[in-house]
């Protein structure tokens, strides 16, 4: 493919920036990659150039700070990424410069957007936005055409430098836009996203843990579980955390502050920095890890580990945390409420493929079977939290 | 009526309400007689007394942990005031009957919303229609005859998080969700909402409607509440700003403009906006210790606010108790415009005459342009105010009336400064002092002050060129620090010795020196800062001895401190101790330092007699201005001249070599001055710099990108193959050839771009001397 040319003699950025280990695997590994992370959401970010993909990319999964995405060179042919192996969220990145016809033959968009569950398109608002919206109604279509779950959100990227009211003034006018020219091509049922991001706060973590969570079936149990512990433990607000990257799986359904959010990312950061320091090998993030930092206007951030993968941190007032054991014992309950909804699952899956059914069908079996079983779980889980309340 | 009459007159009421948890809602009837209270582990109702809350109802007795009854929020039919409904965490939303009892009081249960349901609200005239709206994104409609909703509406966005019926048409409701959009809905279409628009950048937390005019009030993460009109095509009426996440708006009944709000975070008051006064409350109610979860006017009644808090208390509020923010705040405003003018606002007092008083003060100092009076009642203002503007006077009549064209021509300024500059500056040609002399003269009638100071200055350092010697003193003394090299470094220090005059005389010439650089730095206005650094080197030397009798004697203090001076001879030591420190000989001192180490320990102000041998004394301290100068260049530089840093560098001439700036900065100095000329079009100006570069990269740009195409002199044909003067089409070799004497030219080959022929330089000169035409074919060549 044309796209895989190494000769070309542009590349991309330097591979080993990150943190992450990567996987820039071909094409050929893919099935394979798909089959056994099957659980996790599968991501692919799309846009013109220069809209700042790769920016997100460095920024959110491999910890750079905003500052030096400045020094990242432009991606000029199709890149594609791979993170999957530290995170929680597949992600996969499709850098498409604008000299490349995705509707080319070459480009197989069965297999692209086939087992994809979202599409983030990026478009920069500082820029003249004419080319990006007719690249994304195109790319709209088409994916529309090979996958119809597919979710569809837009980034209107780069709102840093410009101001509240024109901020407002370009999502209203890219939204109707784009509706517009989706209707006109007959295709109104598609539902579009509009996130305004940044990488300069924590705008674009938001967006991202948006566009995670809808491709997660477990979200409302998960949602749910949350919002039975809070309460039984005394805690204001609680978050999910996937660790790598710092979005948020899930959280209870108490309005998300801003604030909050920075302050549970940054000490996110500032445990696995720390830990990393001391910890002897590459375990950073481990069973053992939790964090306890005390605010001064009588806030706690507590932290505990909850897999490999996922953290939770909840913010809750001094007085509250007098009854730690309470709070650790459901949180155990907790724990186990997760491991639970994901094992189901796991289960699930292998049943299935044990009687080797069709893939297609597969994903939304799950969907339903596994939310109906946890219906049950959580009051299992809410007789055991409620008794030491 | 009688509400009003009772709450005339009595204060705040406020009420504990349940021990264990908080509310998250509240809800009055229909009577506004009873307020429902809802929150995760509690629903109950009081009435409204008097004098406080009695509690009326309690449905979470017992110990029923059911999900279903921690709510999100609580509704009162506005019709029946027995039927409540509540919306729970886990989705759930249940009608209750007070009028049943026990378990059966919960009269209904729909499980519906996959995910929590966040608002419910009943309709305003169907006693059996109620909406809840979810964190799934859906709206329901529910009809209480029936046990499943009626109707789905699909928002399309991530979550719901407030339905309000519109009291102004029977069918429609606005929803607003978290991704900052509003719907409207009509109750009938449930396909496709009717309006959407996009009214926040963060999400939208709450709506509500105006009772009377068709105005929906949005409150948003943002820290924003917008009122926007809703008649057609939904158009912003007001923004508020407020100071936190805007958790729940309420529009004052009876008053068109007024709102209250309460904050999801950090703020606990609730306010009370005039929506035309989007800046400052009109009034506050700050009795919570925390976050306000709900509020509501009891009925029409506009002077009884009804809150919860999460300090787990209920508050009912009179609107007399409220502070009145507005009214505490400054009513004067000054500022100060860009060329000195100020603004001054305030309030018109009862008292005129004491105001005209203060106004007449001020104006003796500036001349007052403009008065204005802002009639009050035009908008929300409480008072008259009344705006000055003062201008600046000009003392000199001339300036004065020069200033304002000054204003607007000041960007034309600063382009003819630059060209001006470009063309008049000197590079070289003259002595160093008379260039600077010039170029000082150039950059005064530019108005170029600093540039001009600067020039001077130079002219002044380097215009004798004394700086040779100094500079290699320098470098002989780069290991003073050490302390066995000192000594030898007084034998060199004696060496210098003769070519000064004697110990006293050299004691002043010193001081005198120093003086002297004091006030060259005291007369230059960039040298404010030369001072604080003492120059980098001194001249002044310290033997062991020197060194260790400063440490004794009069360093004793310092000594004492723990601190122990031993590096090179700071010059305003050397000058505060000029008689002692210098005057000891290495075998003289020796004994008597002990002596007296051990009498200064009795009487510690050292006194050094002055009978000590001098063995040496210190060469005359050149203060060498290397640093500053590259410092003010800098400095020049950053301000956004690099035409006069550059331009000294270039006149500098080999003086700049001593400058301490790094070559890529003049290499980037270089690059930057050429570019500005080439953007005023100055190519001869840009070609002389470029000529006078010492920075290889700066000097190839001239012969760069310079293209020139030739053509044979015999065809016409351009010449374009791999060899210049071989012409592909007629096979010829004559280009290469003088046209004069006919031999093959090697070296310069001169060329008439008319008729494409030439030759030697020297015999095209012999022969254009004589003759005007070209020797090969009579074309009229012009030679120069």
Same mark, same amino acid.
């Given at each position: 493919?044309?796209?895989?040319?190494?000769?070309?003699?542009?590349?991309?950025?330097?591979?080993?920036?990150?943190?992450?280990?990567?996987?820039?695997?071909?094409?050929?590994?893919?099935?394979?990659?798909?089959? $056994?992370?099957?659980?996790?959401?599968?991501?692919?970010?799309?846009?013109?150039?220069? +809209?700042?993909?790769?920016?997100?990319?460095?920024?959110?999964?491999?910890?750079?700070?905003?500052?030096?995405?400045?020094?990242?060179?432009?991606?000029?042919?199709?890149?594609?990424?791979?993170?999957?192996?530290?995170?929680?969220?597949?992600?996969?990145?499709?850098?498409?410069?604008?000299?490349?016809?995705?509707?080319?033959?070459?480009?197989?968009?069965?297999?692209?957007?086939?087992?994809?569950?979202?599409?983030?398109?990026?478009?920069?608002?500082?820029?003249?936005?004419?080319?990006?919206?007719?690249?994304?109604?195109?790319?709209?279509?088409?994916?529309?055409?090979?996958?119809?779950?597919?979710?569809?959100?837009?980034?209107?990227?780069?709102?840093?430098?410009?101001?509240?009211?024109?901020?407002?003034?370009?999502?209203?006018?890219?939204?109707?836009?784009?509706?517009?020219?989706?209707?006109?091509?007959?295709?109104?049922?598609?539902?579009?996203?509009?996130?305004?991001?940044?990488?300069?706060?924590?705008?674009?973590?938001?967006?991202? +843990?948006?566009?995670?969570?809808?491709?997660?079936?477990?979200?409302?149990?998960?949602?749910?579980?949350?919002?039975?512990?809070?309460?039984?433990?005394?805690?204001?607000?609680?978050?999910?955390?996937?660790?790598?990257?710092?979005?948020?799986?899930?959280?209870?359904?108490?309005?998300?502050?801003?604030?909050?959010?920075?302050?549970?990312?940054?000490?996110?950061?500032?445990?696995?920095?720390?830990? +990393?320091?001391?910890?002897?090998?590459?375990?950073?993030?481990?069973?053992?890890? +939790?964090?306890?930092?005390?605010?001064? $206007?009588?806030?706690?951030?507590?932290?505990?580990?909850?897999?490999?993968?996922?953290?939770?941190?909840?913010?809750?007032? @001094?007085?509250?945390?007098?009854?730690?054991?309470?709070?650790?014992?459901?949180?155990?309950?907790?724990?186990?409420?997760?491991?639970?909804?994901?094992?189901?699952?796991?289960?699930?899956?292998?049943?299935?493929?044990?009687?080797?059914?069709? @893939?297609?069908?597969?994903?939304?079996?799950?969907?339903?079977?596994?939310?109906?079983? $946890?219906?049950?779980?959580?009051?299992?889980?809410?007789?055991?939290?409620?008794?030491?309340? | 009526?009688?509400?009003?009459?009772?709450?005339?007159?009595?204060?705040?009421?406020?009420?504990?309400?349940?021990?264990?948890?908080?509310?998250?809602?509240?809800?009055?009837?229909?009577?506004?007689?009873?307020?429902?209270?809802?929150?995760?582990?509690?629903?109950?109702?009081?009435?409204?007394?008097?004098?406080?809350?009695?509690?009326?109802?309690?449905?979470?007795?017992?110990?029923?942990?059911?999900?279903?009854?921690?709510?999100?929020?609580?509704?009162?039919?506005?019709?029946?005031?027995?039927?409540?409904?509540?919306?729970?965490?886990?989705?759930?939303?249940?009608?209750?009957?007070?009028?049943?009892?026990?378990?059966?009081?919960?009269?209904?249960?729909?499980?519906?919303?996959?995910?929590?349901?966040?608002?419910?609200?009943?309709?305003?005239?169907?006693?059996?229609?109620?909406?809840?709206?979810?964190?799934?994104?859906?709206?329901?409609?529910?009809?209480?005859?029936?046990?499943?909703?009626?109707?789905?509406?699909?928002?399309?966005?991530?979550?719901?998080?407030?339905?309000?019926?519109?009291?102004?048409?029977?069918?429609?409701?606005?929803?607003?969700?978290?991704?900052?959009?509003?719907?409207?809905?009509?109750?009938?279409?449930?396909?496709?909402?009717?309006?959407?628009?996009?009214?926040?950048?963060?999400?939208?937390?709450?709506?509500?409607?105006?009772?009377?005019?068709?105005?929906?009030?949005?409150?948003?993460?943002?820290?924003?509440?917008?009122?926007?009109?809703?008649?057609?095509?939904?158009?912003?009426?007001?923004?508020?700003?407020?100071?936190?996440?805007?958790?729940?708006?309420?529009?004052?009944?009876?008053?068109?403009?007024?709102?209250?709000?309460?904050?999801?975070?950090?703020?606990?008051?609730?306010?009370?906006?005039?929506?035309?006064?989007?800046?400052?409350?009109?009034?506050?109610?700050?009795?919570?210790?925390?976050?306000?979860?709900?509020?509501?006017?009891?009925?029409?009644?506009?002077?009884?606010?009804?809150?919860?808090?999460?300090?787990?208390?209920?508050?009912?509020?009179?609107?007399?108790?409220?502070?009145?923010?507005?009214?505490?705040?400054?009513?004067?405003?000054?500022?100060?415009?860009?060329?000195?003018?100020?603004?001054?606002?305030?309030?018109?007092?009862?008292?005129?005459?004491?105001?005209?008083?203060?106004?007449?003060?001020?104006?003796?100092?500036?001349?007052?342009?403009?008065?204005?009076?802002?009639?009050?009642?035009?908008?929300?203002?409480?008072?008259?105010?009344?705006?000055?503007?003062?201008?600046?006077?000009?003392?000199?009549?001339?300036?004065?009336?020069?200033?304002?064209?000054?204003?607007?021509?000041?960007?034309?300024?600063?382009?003819?400064?630059?060209?001006?500059?470009?063309?008049?500056?000197?590079?070289?040609?003259?002595?160093?002092?008379?260039?600077?002399?010039?170029?000082?003269?150039?950059?005064?009638?530019?108005?170029?002050?600093?540039?001009?100071?600067?020039?001077?200055?130079?002219?002044?350092?380097?215009?004798?060129?004394?700086?040779?010697?100094?500079?290699?003193?320098?470098?002989?003394?780069?290991?003073?620090?050490?302390?066995?090299?000192?000594?030898?470094?007084?034998?060199?220090?004696?060496?210098?010795?003769?070519?000064?005059?004697?110990?006293?005389?050299?004691?002043?010439?010193?001081?005198?020196?120093?003086?002297?650089?004091?006030?060259?730095?005291?007369?230059?206005?960039?040298?404010?800062?030369?001072?604080?650094?003492?120059?980098?080197?001194?001249?002044?030397?310290?033997?062991?001895?020197?060194?260790?009798?400063?440490?004794?004697?009069?360093?004793?203090?310092?000594?004492?401190?723990?601190?122990?001076?031993?590096?090179?001879?700071?010059?305003?030591?050397?000058?505060?101790?000029?008689?002692?420190?210098?005057?000891?000989?290495?075998?003289?001192?020796?004994?008597?330092?002990?002596?007296?180490?051990?009498?200064?320990?009795?009487?510690?102000?050292?006194?050094?007699?002055?009978?000590?041998?001098?063995?040496?004394?210190?060469?005359?301290?050149?203060?060498?201005?290397?640093?500053?100068?590259?410092?003010?260049?800098?400095?020049?530089?950053?301000?956004?001249?690099?035409?006069?840093?550059?331009?000294?560098?270039?006149?500098?001439?080999?003086?700049?070599?001593?400058?301490?700036?790094?070559?890529?900065?003049?290499?980037?100095?270089?690059?930057?001055?050429?570019?500005?000329?080439?953007?005023?079009?100055?190519?001869?100006?840009?070609?002389?710099?470029?000529?006078?570069?010492?920075?290889?990269?700066?000097?190839?740009?001239?012969?760069?990108?310079?293209?020139?195409?030739?053509?044979?002199?015999?065809?016409?044909?351009?010449?374009?193959?791999?060899?210049?003067?071989?012409?592909?089409?007629?096979?010829?070799?004559?280009?290469?050839?003088?046209?004069?004497?006919?031999?093959?030219?090697?070296?310069?080959?001169?060329?008439?771009?008319?008729?494409?022929?030439?030759?030697?330089?020297?015999?095209?000169?012999?022969?254009?001397?004589?003759?005007?035409?070209?020797?090969?074919?009579?074309?009229?060549?012009?030679?120069?």
């Amino acid at each position: 493919m044309s796209y895989e040319d190494e000769d070309y003699p542009v590349d991309s950025f330097p591979k080993d920036f990150g943190y992450g280990a990567y996987d820039q695997d071909g094409l050929e590994l893919e099935p394979n990659a798909s089959s $056994n992370s099957e659980t996790k959401p599968r991501i692919l970010l799309m846009g013109l150039r220069r +809209s700042g993909k790769s920016s997100i990319q460095k920024v959110v999964f491999h910890k750079m700070s905003p500052n030096e995405t400045l020094f990242l060179e432009s991606t000029s042919k199709i890149v594609k990424d791979d993170i999957n192996n530290s995170s929680f969220v597949q992600f996969q990145i499709w850098d498409f410069p604008g000299q490349i016809d995705f509707i080319e033959p070459t480009f197989d968009s069965d297999m692209i957007f086939g087992g994809c569950g979202a599409l983030v398109f990026v478009i920069d608002a500082k820029d003249d936005y004419n080319e990006a919206l007719t690249k994304f109604k195109n790319t709209v279509i088409k994916a529309y055409k090979v996958n119809p779950r597919i979710k569809f959100e837009v980034f209107i990227h780069k709102v840093d430098g410009i101001s509240d009211d024109s901020k407002m003034e370009s999502q209203r006018d890219i939204h109707q836009r784009s509706s517009d020219d989706l209707s006109e091509a007959g295709l109104d049922q598609i539902h579009l996203s509009f996130h305004l991001t940044s990488i300069y706060d924590h705008s674009i973590f938001e967006a991202f +843990s948006k566009v995670v969570q809808k491709l997660i079936p477990q979200l409302p149990t998960l949602e749910n579980l949350l919002n039975i512990f809070i309460p039984n433990s005394g805690i204001e607000k609680a978050f999910l955390f996937d660790v790598v990257s710092k979005i948020y799986i899930a959280t209870d359904s108490s309005p998300v502050d801003m604030q909050a959010y920075e302050l549970c990312c940054d000490m996110i950061d500032m445990v696995i920095d720390l830990s +990393s320091i001391y910890s002897s090998e590459e375990t950073a993030f481990d069973s053992g890890s +939790s964090s306890l930092i005390k605010l001064n $206007n009588n806030t706690i951030l507590y932290m505990r580990e909850v897999n490999k993968f996922l953290a939770l941190v909840c913010i809750l007032r @001094e007085e509250n945390f007098n009854r730690q054991g309470v709070i650790d014992y459901n949180f155990i309950c907790f724990r186990d409420a997760i491991s639970e909804v994901f094992e189901l699952r796991l289960k699930r899956q292998k049943q299935l493929e044990n009687a080797e059914q069709d @893939e297609d069908e597969l994903g939304e079996d799950q969907g339903i079977t596994i939310g109906r079983l $946890n219906h049950e779980n959580d009051t299992a889980v809410v007789s055991r939290a409620a008794k030491m309340t | 009526m009688l509400h009003s009459l009772e709450y005339a007159y009595p204060s705040t009421v406020s009420l504990r309400i349940c021990l264990e948890g908080h509310a998250n809602a509240l809800a009055l009837n229909k009577e506004h007689n009873q307020i429902a209270v809802a929150g995760r582990s509690l629903l109950k109702v009081y009435s409204i007394d008097s004098d406080g809350f009695t509690e009326v109802c309690n449905m979470r007795v017992g110990k029923n942990q059911n999900l279903s009854y921690s709510s999100n929020d609580v509704a009162w039919s506005t019709l029946d005031s027995n039927i409540l409904a509540t919306a729970a965490t886990n989705g759930v939303v249940s009608v209750w009957d007070l009028s049943k009892f026990g378990r059966h009081k919960q009269l209904l249960v729909y499980n519906e919303h996959e995910r929590t349901a966040h608002t419910v609200t009943f309709h305003s005239t169907e006693p059996n229609i109620l909406i809840s709206g979810s964190q799934d994104g859906t709206i329901k409609c529910f009809d209480i005859r029936s046990d499943t909703s009626v109707n789905t509406y699909f928002s399309n966005s991530e979550s719901v998080r407030d339905v309000k019926f519109s009291p102004h048409s029977q069918n429609v409701f606005s929803a607003v969700s978290e991704n900052g959009t509003v719907q409207l809905w009509d109750m009938r279409k449930w396909d496709k909402c009717m309006v959407q628009f996009t009214a926040h950048s963060g999400p939208i937390y709450t709506c509500d409607w105006h009772p009377t005019r068709n105005w929906l009030a949005t409150g948003s993460r943002d820290k924003q509440i917008k009122v926007w009109n809703m008649d057609g095509r939904a158009s912003l009426e007001y923004t508020i700003h407020t100071i936190a996440v805007v958790g729940r708006v309420k529009w004052r009944p009876e008053r068109t403009f007024h709102i209250a709000s309460c904050a999801l975070v950090v703020d606990y008051s609730i306010h009370v906006w005039d929506i035309r006064r989007p800046y400052i409350p009109f009034a506050s109610f700050n009795e919570h210790t925390n976050v306000t979860t709900d509020i509501a006017w009891q009925g029409s009644d506009s002077h009884c606010l009804l809150s919860t808090s999460k300090d787990s208390s209920l508050y009912k509020h009179a609107f007399e108790d409220a502070t009145r923010p507005a009214l505490s705040a400054n009513a004067q405003g000054a500022s100060f415009g860009r060329h000195g003018d100020i603004s001054f606002a305030n309030k018109i007092k009862e008292y005129t005459n004491k105001s005209s008083g203060v106004s007449n003060t001020k104006t003796t100092n500036f001349i007052s342009r403009r008065k204005s009076n802002v009639p009050g009642n035009m908008q929300f203002h409480l008072d008259h105010s009344k705006m000055y503007m003062f201008m600046l006077k000009n003392s000199n009549m001339a300036s004065g009336s020069d200033y304002p064209a000054h204003d607007v021509t000041t960007e034309l300024r600063v382009h003819d400064c630059f060209i001006g500059c470009a063309k008049e500056l000197l590079l070289s040609g003259k002595k160093l002092a008379e260039l600077c002399e010039h170029n000082a003269d150039i950059s005064r009638k530019y108005g170029k002050h600093n540039a001009t100071t600067l020039w001077n200055f130079i002219k002044l350092f380097y215009g004798t060129s004394h700086f040779e010697p100094p500079f290699e003193h320098r470098s002989s003394f780069s290991n003073q620090k050490n302390p066995m090299s000192s000594r030898r470094a007084t034998q060199v220090a004696s060496d210098w010795a003769p070519h000064e005059q004697g110990q006293e005389l050299n004691g002043n010439s010193q001081e005198t020196q120093h003086e002297a650089a004091d006030a060259s730095e005291d007369g230059d206005e960039l040298g404010g800062g030369g001072k604080q650094h003492p120059p980098p080197t001194s001249s002044v030397i310290l033997s062991e001895t020197q060194i260790i009798s400063e440490i004794t004697f009069d360093n004793f203090e310092l000594l004492r401190n723990g601190f122990i001076y031993v590096g090179p001879a700071d010059v305003t030591k050397a000058l505060a101790f000029p008689d002692t420190a210098l005057h000891h000989d290495v075998q003289a001192a020796r004994p008597q330092l002990d002596l007296k180490a051990s009498d200064h320990e009795k009487s510690p102000p050292p006194h050094v007699p002055s009978i000590l041998k001098v063995s040496h004394v210190p060469p005359i301290p050149m203060w060498e201005p290397h640093q500053f100068v590259a410092d003010a260049l800098m400095l020049q530089n950053d301000v956004g001249d690099v035409q006069t840093a550059l331009i000294i560098l270039i006149v500098l001439g080999e003086a700049r070599k001593l400058l301490p700036i790094e070559d890529a900065v003049v290499e980037h100095w270089f690059h930057t001055y050429v570019d500005q000329l080439h953007r005023y079009e100055l190519w001869n100006e840009a070609c002389e710099v470029i000529n006078r570069a010492w920075v290889r990269s700066v000097r190839q740009l001239n012969q760069q990108s310079t293209v020139m195409h030739t053509n044979c002199g015999e065809c016409g044909r351009p010449l374009g193959g791999n060899v210049g003067w071989y012409c592909d089409k007629c096979k010829s070799m004559q280009s290469a050839k003088c046209c004069v004497c006919g031999l093959i030219v090697r070296g310069v080959y001169a060329w008439c771009q008319g008729c494409s022929h030439g030759g030697h330089i020297e015999h095209l000169q012999q022969y254009f001397a004589k003759h005007s035409k070209c020797p090969k074919c009579g074309h009229l060549c012009a030679f120069s």
